[in-house]
């Protein structure tokens, strides 16, 4: 069963970038579509970015479009999240996960083998 691992998070100001990665254990990554999701205290967990098996298909949450790249390196067994542009409104704890359904599913309930996440915090 795969299991992640996301790292590169940390304290920017407002317009900085950052790039988070997510790297996988357990298992070939190449086999799984993966998301990065985020939870900011009081909200709900949503998913912002969303990339295919292969790299062809992303999905990006209308409030990171433009601003965020979803990548992966299958060879590498991790997926990055390119961040530029950010805003406090980006402040959360981003986590990433895997699944093998079918369909561009951004359900968090359909991923699995959550890690730990990280923590991005941006300041005005």
């Known amino acids: 069963q795969v299991q992640l691992a996301e790292s590169g998070g940390g304290v920017v100001q407002a317009g900085d970038s950052l790039r988070l990665s997510c790297a996988a254990s357990?298992?070939?990554?190449?086999?799984?579509?993966v998301g990065w999701f985020r939870q900011a205290p009081g909200k709900e967990r949503e998913c912002v970015a969303r990339?295919?098996?292969?790299?062809?298909?992303?999905y990006y949450a209308d409030a990171v479009k433009g601003r965020f790249t979803i990548s992966r390196h299958n060879t590498k067994n991790t997926v990055y999240l390119q961040m530029n542009s950010l805003g406090p409104e980006d402040t959360a704890v981003y986590s990433c996960?895997?699944?093998?359904?079918?369909?561009?599913?951004?359900?968090?309930?359909?991923?699995?083998?959550w890690g730990q996440g990280t923590q991005v915090t941006v300041s005005a």
């Open positions: 996960a895997a699944t093998t359904m079918v369909g561009a599913s951004t359900d968090p309930t359909t991923f699995y083998g």
């Open positions: 357990g298992a070939y990554l190449g086999n799984y579509h």
């Open positions: 990339i295919s098996r292969s790299g062809v298909a992303q």
